[in-house]
C-alpha cells in the first residue's frame, strides 16, 4: 500500500514505514501529525486517483525529531568592484516516520 501526499508544497510517494525528512513541519518529537491532502493511492488491488484530492483519506505520521538540513554555502561577488560576500545556511527540516495509510 502506498499514497501520494501532498506537504508542503511538494508530493511525496509514501509507505507505511518509511522515514522521511521534509521542510519545518510543526509539532515536537513523539507527536502525530495528519496529513490529510492525498493524492493518489493504491491498496494492493486499487488504484484511487483524487480529483484533485481522495476522498476520506489520511495518512498518519509521528515526528521522531527537529533538526536543521546540511550547510549550503552561498557566495554573492561582483567581477572588478570588490564586492564579495560569503555566508551560510541551514534549513530546518522535521524527520518523520509514516505510521499509517487510511483510505477510508
Same mark, same amino acid.
Given at each position: =500500500?502506498? /499514497? @501520494? ?13 518509511? @522515514?522521511?525528512? +521534509?521542510?519545518?513541519?510543526?509539532? !515536537?518529537? $513523539?507527536?502525530?501529525?495528519?496529513? $490529510?491532502?492525498? *493524492?493518489?493511492?493504491? $491498496?494492493?488491488? $486499487?488504484? +484511487? /486517483? ?8 489520511? @495518512? ?8 536543521? !538540513?546540511?550547510?549550503? =554555502? @552561498? ?12 555566508? !551560510? ?6 524527520? *518523520?516516520?509514516?505510521?499509517?495509510? /487510511?483510505?477510508?
Amino acid at each position: =500500500m502506498f /499514497a @501520494v501526499i501532498e506537504a508542503n508544497g511538494k508530493q511525496i510517494r509514501v509507505q507505511e514505514g518509511d @522515514v522521511l525528512r +521534509l521542510d519545518r513541519v510543526t509539532g !515536537g518529537a $513523539d507527536q502525530e501529525v495528519v496529513f $490529510d491532502r492525498v *493524492l493518489f493511492a493504491h $491498496d494492493g488491488n $486499487d488504484f +484511487l /486517483a483524487g480529483s484533485p484530492l481522495v476522498q476520506n483519506a489520511t @495518512v498518519t505520521a509521528r515526528i521522531l525529531r527537529q533538526a536543521k !538540513g546540511r550547510k549550503v =554555502m @552561498v557566495f554573492h561577488y561582483k567581477p572588478k568592484k570588490r564586492i564579495r560576500k560569503r555566508y !551560510g545556511h541551514r534549513q530546518p527540516v522535521t524527520e *518523520l516516520r509514516i505510521e499509517k495509510i /487510511a483510505l477510508s
